[in-house]
């Protein structure tokens, strides 16, 4: 299949009934004098672009476990599409923003095999610039010219739905019925899309899996990263501008050195409130603005357990592991924990009280913002899960399981993402509830109890073997979450 784009002609690959493009440029390379720079228009081409492979990855730290041989450049803006052609009726679009933190992960980590050939959708997955190259702030110490730097990831993610907009109908699908998914940094990264003009118009809906605008942060907190960025590269009090000619490889080294290094560590980066690409105070911008996409948004009810399993120094509670992640709001944290803790064992407390300020704070905080504008809202909470229960990324299990890919009676011990046979019912529902929202914006079903959108109180469409509906998120204390003010200011 060949398909005309705005830039030149691109051909694909025949799998199983559909067709993938891999690597298709949706900007120009941000290399040489363009780095930390916003994207630029790709650059056009007069031969059919072969396009059977997947494009480098953004640079990233190599994955000890594998992963090592993928190719990375600076010129990582590429974008993939699946299709079943381009037929009769627009189909709608599915837009994956892969997760990792801000400083791993690409296009490439996700196949949209089965929604082209089963759902009728057009699926697109993209890379966009991660880390230091993606976000950091360097307004300060570069000067006005590089004020937006600390949001060039979002604006590259802007740039690729712009691709879209121009292009997506030659692929079969519908520029008017645009959906963007993210789980955990995609999910920071969609969310804040809602803060941006620049992202206006580019997308009619979206899906928030464990994540919201809780990564943004202000440009005083940005600013210390930058610093002691410059000071691991050896840059303290000279001249910033050295940081335009570093080969990449030494600044990736350089921000794994600053920053957490577990296998499923917390985030050093994110979007910026630089008042240019995101406003200073973006939950008031959302909560004053009209006419903003529908969402569909929610969390788990375990999200830390992952992130305590993995991480040595979130294995007892105390003040320092809070003081890391949450600065001058570490106080708030413990407060909770030892609220907790007082109706269930430490362990849990300590789960619950990390679930809630890393996850839960942040979706309620969002939803209620978007909700004001008077956006419909859909929240759910995820409470079925596996080994470690609903942890971080779970709902990826249960919304991708298939049929044919059913593990054995009793899932592996050590895997914490093997969907047991009793959730698979769940499984379905949750995939039908979401595919429905891609298709029309609404993600109610029969299969459900009818879930309301959520108004002043929060209504929570709980996820469990036995789904019901409730206004607040329960959990084994019995204790509301609080819906207070959450900002991970340092």
Known sequence: MIVQTASGKVSGVSLSGIYVFRGIPYAAPPTGKRRFMPPAPPHSWS??????????????????????????????????????????????????????GFVSGSGADCDGLRHAAEDGIVYV??????????????????????????????????????????????????????TVIGNSAGAKCTASLYAMEAARGLFHRATLQSGATQAIRDR?????????????LGLSGADPKQLLEIPFARIIEAQSAVGPDTPRSLHMFGPVADGQVIPLDPLANIA????????????????????????????????????????????????????????????D???????????????????????????????????????????????????????????????????????????????RNMREAWIAFIRNGDPNIEALHAWPVTGTKPAIMVLDTVSRVCEDLPNPAGIGVPHQVWRMDR
């Open 125 to 178: 997955s993209i890379n966009y610039r991660l880390g230091a190259l993606g976000f950091l702030y360097l307004g300060e110490v570069l000067g006005e010219e590089y004020a937006a730097s600390g949001n060039n990831g979002l604006l590259d993610i802007a740039a690729a739905l712009q691709w879209v907009q121009h292009n997506i109908s030659a692929f079969g699908g519908d520029p008017a019925r645009v």
């Open 47 to 100: 031969d059919v672009k072969k396009c059977d492979r997947f494009g480098p990855h953004a640079p990233q730290k190599t994955d000890p476990l594998g992963g090592g041989e993928r190719i990375q450049s600076e010129d990582c803006l590429y974008l993939n599409v699946w299709t079943s052609g381009s037929g009769n009726e627009p189909k709608p679009v599915l837009v994956y923003i892969h997760g990792g």
């Open 220 to 232: 005083r907190t940005a600013n210390v990263t930058t610093i002691r960025l410059l000071e691991e």
């Open 288 to 347: 004053a603005s009209a006419g903003l996409p529908p969402l569909l948004i929610g969390t788990n009810e375990d999200e830390a357990s992952i992130f305590i399993r993995d991480d040595s120094s979130l294995q007892s509670p105390g003040m320092e592991p809070l003081d890391r992640l949450f600065g001058r709001n570490a106080p708030a944290v413990w407060d909770a924990y030892q609220l907790y803790a007082g109706t269930m064992s430490p362990a």
């Open 349 to 427: 407390a300590w789960r619950t009280a990390l679930t809630e300020h890393l996850y839960t704070i942040g979706a309620l905080q969002f939803a209620g913002a978007l909700a004001s504008s008077g956006t419909p809202v859909w929240m759910y909470r995820l409470r079925a899960g596996g080994s470690l229960g609903a942890t971080h990324g779970y709902e990826g299990s249960l919304v991708h399981w298939a049929p044919d890919s059913q593990p054995p009676a009793a899932p592996p011990a050590d895997d914490p993402y093997a969907v047991p046979a009793e959730q698979y019912p769940l499984a």
